[in-house]
């Protein structure tokens, strides 16, 4: 049969036969095409494309067509014909009785495929708010009992092994499915649809490190895939870049993976340039266009995000990623009902697009709808309990509800959920501070610091709350800190908070007797419009004492001084254990 | 004394209704049962005037629970219907077996016709009526259908009535399967019988709107209740999670998941589910916004103050303060005086877990009297009352204070209030020693029909002062001896409140503390000793009393005396004046035992003062025995029988056996050694009545199993006898002590010098 000859030559991990690779993913992509497999095939072929073209004696043979299919082909060039117009059910009777893999494959899938498209028509109209999470895909059973049948006699192929894994996924038997998608990628490794699956169901590294997957160039994929997923991105990003050496540097796919990654890690100018790559290549491309317009978003890059936003509507205006974009664009232009609406579009589109809900909460915040914007980000939990981001949001509109307390809750979920994400530790830190429990919020600001602060103010604020406490030894180091991080950095972004640290800072070498840094830090100061007057008034002070005690002076030992250059390479990856904050994390 | 109140302040939702949501709109809609109930009102309309008064009323009193009550199989609902009236319930089905088995179209000429009964000058229904309303909502929810589910309330509608027939023609069914056909359904549904069959408990069904509310609302009051009826932790949360499945914004079922965890005490799903709870509630709220109740900004408040609730109950008490806060700032923004008042009594509560102070308390009673929130009132009163007691103010006061809230619960029919407030004075009977008091108090409350029962049908009778009443019934027999009583009450105990449920800490230290005194009445010091440990993990002062006391058996002496001493200052400390007193009598033992009888004088002067200033009348008598059988060694008899006459009466009336025994010793020693000095006339009577004193401190003694103590009173009964020259009831008394003697190992401490 085909499929052993092509599992045979699939073996092996490594990838020096690109040859070889190009022929199996051709081959695989024709064979899901066959199968009505669109996504599957699409990725073959995307793939493929991104290798050397095959000179015409080496391009596969077409597949070699055994009895069965012989038998069945009239039945199954009909259905596949209706299955293509979406006719599942008329595909289906046309099919029975068929033995061929191809056609047997066609048939429970138009099935399964019917009954989805029946249980989505359903919810539109049940009969009560309790019946509508009853719908259900009335075939799954059905179909289970033939697959399993049909897998325990060992007859099932790559293709319906995947099958009886989706419907096993479906019926929520989350253990059996993961057994059977692993199987499916052994028998059949070439089908990208299996891995994904298989990444959908593993939620950890661990469960990860469990699974026996079949040894082949594909796994590396899926590793990088599965990486990304569970927030792993500096592994991730280090498979995608072997898989570029390894001669992929064209494919698409691996680009956009990449720009989703940095994405991740709020590597934002980076995941931008790369996002401009990539639309360079592929102009007409609308997956991954919604993380584009996000990162679009944060950088308020009005011009760019309104071009987005008008290209791909043009392109489709009726998918989730346009809606998505054209919702991003609208809230950076400040019309959140607007945008709102086109969040609520993108969920009637796909009402499991998680990350609309929550986009969506964030609108109604800025309308100052908080108790719906409650309810999008309880819905996008549901959808994904691991969404920090719905966490934070909900954090967030309790703590615009003023209850502190209440939201520390949502925050360390948040920061349960990425560890290393210094905006939470930032709002956790605030709540504390709110609520008077300086220690802890100590704690959150210096862990923020430690894993590389995106917005610069834990530092400003670990000082200040030192500066409460009267420690002022600590303030001071931490104001130095703070002003080596924005110079570090070259931007040269007015920062409010930098006058503050260099008033503290004259102050506080005022106080120590060290003439010099302080006149210094006063003379920054008098850069500032804020803390002109003062610096000049700490200036004649200076001069005043200095002229009286010139030899007191020189011999008081400076308390400390100036490291010489901070840990700035404080980078986000490293993987950290959430904090523990008090005795207390429910 | 337990705290009573503290678990009271719970609930919310189910008590005294500070949480009130109907997350569901009023929106009907039309189900199958739904139609048969519209069937049989139209039959009912047609039948008219054939029907006679009887069924006529018996039918109108069926109505009303089938129109609010949940969905139900049609079976139950015939069978229901043929109670009153068997002859409608024929006709009932009928129609349904022609709509059923007929066409689409039978369904729609059915409820065209519906309408009918409105019109007319005469009509059969009236608009406004329970009926007419529900027919006119089911008129309009049917209506509103769109065309496929018309089509698939139809098919619905088939589906209920072929389940009926098929569970009458279940026989007939079994007969046919002979058909290849049908061979090969079953195989197939054997074939997946096993991996199947979890799943298909896991959705039991879903249940419709109705019966899950009724679920929800049935559980929940079971969990207040009677604990033990509910559904186990696990299934009910199976139960839950499944409801949620089927619909996440069923808010309640948060609410309830939230009272589950807590049975277990896991405080991570038990937040996790109140707060989902309350960010559900808070959605509807602000849908309600127009029914003028300010939206969701209530639940806010009630949210952070639930979660206050809960960070106590885990003994978080710097959480649960913060929470505190929070709530009371925001019930401040928006004068919310209502939440406020039980934020303030929340306050105390956790106000009394630092420090003792009762203005907040006094406060709280006044304010939440002027808001008029009686529960809350008479809650605080009985907080109060409870606080006063243990800083030993008037009794009277006391009393008279629980009788006036008496008469707010009874105004209120405030059930479980009466119930605590019965169960608190057995308490305070007990804290100040009038046992018989107690007991008839206790047996009040168990006697008593609870208010509940006559409103619910659900018995209360799994609350916490039940527990309480229970347990001080257990010891009140154990201490007059009745241990197969006891251990029966225990077992009971047991069984009403299994190990892991929120009060079984309570009988679990009576247990102990009752075999505690078993064991060391028996002399068996180690069992004691392996009791004390576990008496520490649930009460930690009654455990380290307990370790001295058999420190102090065992004749270690001063390792005894420093425990002591240790916990005289942590209970001085911490006022907890019962225990100093019993602390104090202990060391004075101490004292007499190691023949310092003149150091342990001033200590139990200062026992004596301070029971009677907490006018712990028992604790004061036991004092006075002590000081008595001190005088007694120190050479004034006379003295000591003076102060004996003033303990006796309360000691006989409402003490423990071995302490009656112990007395009566007392005195028949007393009376032995101040016969010293009389005419050998009075005497002889003296040393008469003393045998006849010991004859009774021995069927005391021999009550409670002391085998030590009888062994010393028939020692010295031989002696008296001996003295009297009654050599037969000598001889016989010997002989008993010999036996006893030969039985028991001699302990350490002279015969005579022992008192107890």
Same mark, same amino acid.
């Given at each position: 049969m085909a499929a052993a000859a092509m599992v045979a030559a699939a073996g092996g991990g490594d990838f020096s036969d690109l040859r070889e690779i190009k022929k199996q993913l051709l081959s695989v992509a024709e064979r899901s095409r066959e199968r009505g497999l669109q996504h599957s095939g699409k990725w073959a072929a995307e793939l493929a494309f991104a290798l050397e073209p095959l000179p015409l004696s080496e391009l596969p043979p077409p597949p070699v067509l055994t009895e069965e299919d012989a038998r069945d082909l009239d039945a199954y060039t009909l259905a596949k014909s209706y299955f293509d117009l979406k006719e599942y059910d008329r595909a289906a009777y046309f099919l029975q009785g068929c033995k061929s893999q191809k056609a047997y494959f066609l048939y429970m899938y138009s099935r399964y495929l019917s009954g989805e498209k029946k249980k989505d028509d359903e919810t539109v109209d049940s009969l009560g708010p309790l019946e509508k999470g009853q719908v259900k895909n009335e075939a799954l059973r059905e179909l289970r009992v033939e697959l399993s049948k049909k897998h325990k006699a060992q007859e099932l192929d790559g293709f319906g092994l995947y099958l009886y894994g989706v419907v096993l996924r479906k019926l929520d038997l989350v253990k059996e499915a993961i057994d059977v998608f692993v199987e499916a990628a052994h028998v059949l490794p070439l089908h990208w649809g299996a891995w994904l699956e298989l990444c959908n169901l593993i939620t950890d590294k661990e469960m990860l490190k469990f699974l026996s997957l079949p040894d082949t160039w594909m796994k590396e994929f899926f590793l990088a895939h599965i990486y990304t997923e569970l927030q792993l991105i500096e592994e991730a990003l280090q498979k995608y870049q072997s898989l570029i050496d390894a001669g992929f540097s064209k494919s698409t796919y691996i680009i956009s993976q990449i720009a989703v990654a940095y994405h991740n890690i709020r590597d934002i100018d980076k995941a931008l340039s790369i996002f401009n790559e990539l639309r360079k290549q592929d102009p007409y491309r609308i997956e991954n266009m919604d993380t584009f317009s996000n990162l679009l978003y944060v950088r308020s890059m009005k011009p760019e995000l309104s071009y987005l936003a008008h290209n791909l509507c043009e392109i489709d205006k009726y998918r989730v990623e346009t809606c998505c974009v054209i919702g991003n664009y609208y809230s950076l232009r400040s019309q959140h009902e607007k945008a709102a609406l086109y969040f609520q579009r993108a969920l009637k589109l796909n009402p499991r697009y998680l990350g609309a809900w929550t986009l969506m909460g964030h609108e109604y915040m800025e309308m100052k709808n908080t108790s719906a914007a409650i309810q999008a980000y309880r819905h996008a939990i549901e959808v994904n309990k691991r969404d920090y981001r719905a966490w934070y949001g909900l954090g967030q509109t309790y703590e615009i509800l003023k209850m502190p307390f209440y939201c520390l809750y949502y925050y360390r979920r948040a920061h349960q959920l990425r560890?290393?994400?210094?905006r939470m530790l930032v709002a956790l830190g605030e709540c504390y501070e709110k609520l008077n429990q300086l220690v802890e919020a100590k704690k959150c600001y210096w862990r923020a610091y430690a894993v590389g602060d995106v917005e610069k103010m834990a530092l400003v604020k670990l000082a200040k709350l030192h500066e409460q406490l009267n420690e002022s030894e600590q303030a001071a180091q931490c104001y130095i800190k703070y002003i080596q991080d924005i110079y570090s950095c070259g931007e040269v972004v007015e920062h409010l908070e930098v006058s503050t640290a260099f008033r503290y800072l004259a102050q506080y070498y005022f106080k120590c007797k060290l003439w010099d840094e302080a006149s210094a830090c006063a003379q920054k100061c008098c850069a500032f419009n804020d803390t002109r007057e003062e610096g000049k008034a700490l200036l004649r002070q200076i001069l005043q004492l200095r002229s009286q005690g010139e030899t007191s002076s020189t011999d008081v030992a400076a308390p400390f001084f100036l490291p010489a250059s901070l840990s700035a390479n404080n980078t986000p990856t490293r993987r950290v254990s959430p904090l523990n904050l008090s005795s207390v994390t429910p | 004394m337990a705290s009573v109140h503290e678990s009271l302040y719970f609930n919310p939702m189910l008590t005294n209704g500070v949480v009130h949501a109907n997350v569901f709109g009023v929106r009907d809609w039309v189900t199958p049962h739904k139609m048969a109930l519209l069937v049989l009102l139209s039959e009912l309309g047609r039948a008219g005037a054939q029907l006679g008064l009887l069924e006529r009323r018996r039918l109108n009193r069926l109505l009303l629970p089938l129109l609010q009550g949940p969905d139900m199989a049609l079976s139950r609902l015939r069978k229901a219907i043929e109670e009153c009236c068997p002859h409608l319930a024929g006709s009932v089905h009928i129609r349904l077996k022609l709509m059923a088995e007929g066409e689409l179209k039978d369904m729609e000429q059915f409820f065209d016709d519906l309408s009918d009964s409105f019109s007319g000058t005469e009509p059969e229904v009236h608009k406004t009526s329970v009926v007419g309303l529900f027919l006119r909502h089911m008129i309009l929810a049917y209506n509103k259908l769109s065309f496929s589910q018309v089509y698939k309330l139809y098919t619905a509608l088939q589906q209920y009535f072929q389940k009926d027939e098929k569970k009458d023609g279940a026989d007939e069914n079994e007969m046919e399967l002979t058909n290849p056909e049908e061979l090969d359904g079953k195989m197939e549904k054997e074939e997946l019988a096993g991996p199947l069959r979890e799943e298909e408990i896991a959705c039991s069904g879903p249940l419709s709107q109705k019966q899950a509310e009724y679920f929800l609302s049935q559980q929940a009051s079971l969990l207040k209740n009677?604990?033990?009826? *509910?559904? *186990?932790p696990a299934s009910l949360q199976k139960e839950l999670n499944n409801l949620l499945k089927f619909n996440p914004d069923f808010a309640e079922a948060h609410y309830l998941s939230y009272l589950n965890s807590l049975r277990v005490q896991d405080v991570f799903s038990s937040t996790h589910s109140l707060l989902h709870y309350f960010d559900r509630l808070i959605l509807t709220g602000a849908e309600s916004k127009s029914n003028g109740d300010e939206g969701y900004g209530r639940s806010l408040r009630y949210a952070a103050l639930n979660l206050a609730a809960l960070h106590c109950r885990f003994g978080h008490y710097q959480q649960a303060e913060l929470a505190l806060q929070e709530a009371i700032r925001i019930a401040q923004e928006s004068n919310d005086h209502v939440c406020l008042q039980h934020c303030l009594s929340w306050l105390y509560i956790l106000e009394q877990k630092i420090f003792d102070s009762c203005v907040l308390l006094e406060h709280s009673v006044n304010k939440s009297l002027h808001f008029g929130l009686p529960y809350l009132a008479s809650l605080g009163i009985q907080s109060l009352v409870q606080q006063r007691a243990f800083a030993g103010k008037a009794a009277n006061k006391l009393m008279d204070a629980l009788k006036d809230s008496d008469l707010l619960h009874w105004k209120h029919s405030l059930s479980e209030l009466i119930d605590i407030s019965i169960a608190q004075k057995t308490a305070i009977w007990r804290l100040y020693g009038r046992s018989t008091m107690a007991l008839q108090q206790a047996q009040t409350l168990l006697s008593m029909n609870s208010l509940e029962a006559v409103n619910v049908g659900v018995q209360q009778n799994n609350t916490e002062s039940f527990a309480v009443v229970l347990c001080h019934l257990a010891e009140l027999h154990a201490e007059q001896g009745y241990f197969a009583a006891a251990s029966e009450i225990l077992k009971h105990l047991k069984e009403r409140f #299994? #190990?892991?449920?929120?009060? *079984?800490q309570l009988w679990m230290l009576f247990d102990q503390k009752i075999q505690f005194e078993r064991a060391m009445n028996d002399g068996r010091y180690h069992v004691a000793d392996s009791l004390v440990a576990g008496i520490t993990a649930l009460n930690s002062i009654e455990g380290v009393y307990r370790k001295a006391i058999v420190l102090k058996a065992q004749n270690q002496m001063s390792e005894a005396h420093k425990l002591l001493q240790k916990l005289l200052i942590h209970c001085q400390k911490i006022k907890n004046t019962e225990m100093v007193i019993r602390v104090l009598l202990c060391i004075a033992e101490l004292y007499w035992r190691s023949s310092c009888h003149t150091i342990a004088l001033p200590v139990l002067l200062q026992a004596l003062a301070l029971a009677r200033e907490y006018s712990l009348q028992y604790l004061a008598s036991e004092t006075v025995l002590n000081l008595a059988f001190s005088q007694l060694i120190l050479g004034i008899p006379e003295q000591a029988l003076n102060i004996l006459h003033m303990a006796i009466e309360p000691v006989l009336a409402h003490g423990a056996v071995l302490d009656k025994g112990c007395a009566m010793f007392l005195v028949a020693k007393c009376q032995v050694a101040s016969a010293a000095s009389y005419t050998p006339q009075k005497k002889i009577e003296a040393l008469e009545s003393a045998i006849l004193n010991l004859n009774e401190a021995k069927t005391y003694f021999a009550k409670v199993d002391c085998k030590e103590q009888l062994r010393d009173v028939l020692y010295f009964q031989a002696r008296l006898f001996h003295t009297l020259g009654r050599t037969q009831e000598r001889n016989k008394c010997a002989m008993l002590f010999r036996q006893l003697h030969q039985e028991l190992p001699a302990h350490g401490v002279p015969l005579i010098n022992a008192f107890k």
């Open positions: 560890p290393n994400d210094s | 009677d604990e033990t009826k *509910a559904l *186990a #299994p #190990p892991n449920s929120q009060h *079984a």
